[in-house]
Nanobody
Framework: QTQLTESGGGSVQAGGSLRLSCATS????????MAWFRQAPGREREGVAA????????WYADSVKGRFSISQDDAKTTVYLQMNSLKPEDTAMYYC???????????????????WGQGTQVTVSS
């Protein structure tokens, strides 16, 4: 069993920065990739960024390219999402998710992620 715990959300003004953290525990040996998703009220859950668990490859939604950066620590126990130049449209609940080996498809297909955190709220005011 795997547990994911997000932290780092909060309220900032437009142009500000936040860094989200996702701490993982439990069984992570069969992890393929880790990702951040977000969901605003009344909207579909959307992929924000993902990182291959072995390191190297990263993917981003077009809406956050150049502003957000995903990374993981050397021990691969924590995944980060550095968010700069935040905009009001970035306001959402942000979720950390784990894709196990054996699940393929595009990185932003949320149905292929079977382990999720409880979410952390990010609110950006204009």
């Amino acid at each position: 069993q795997t547990q994911l715990t997000e932290s780092g959300g909060g309220s900032v003004q437009a142009g500000g920065s936040l860094r989200l953290s996702c701490a993982t525990s439990g069984d992570t040996y069969n992890t393929n990739s880790m990702a951040w998703f977000r969901q605003a009220p009344g909207r579909e859950r959307e992929g924000v960024a993902a990182i291959f668990y072995g390191g190297g490859s990263t993917w981003y939604a077009d809406s956050v390219k150049g502003r957000f950066s995903i990374s993981q620590d050397d021990a691969k126990t924590t995944v980060y999402l550095q968010m700069n130049s935040l905009k009001p449209e970035d306001t959402a609940m942000y979720y950390c998710a784990r894709r196990r080996r054996g699940y393929g498809g595009v990185w932003y297909a949320h149905s292929t992620y079977k382990d999720w955190g409880q979410g952390t709220q990010v609110t950006v005011s204009s």
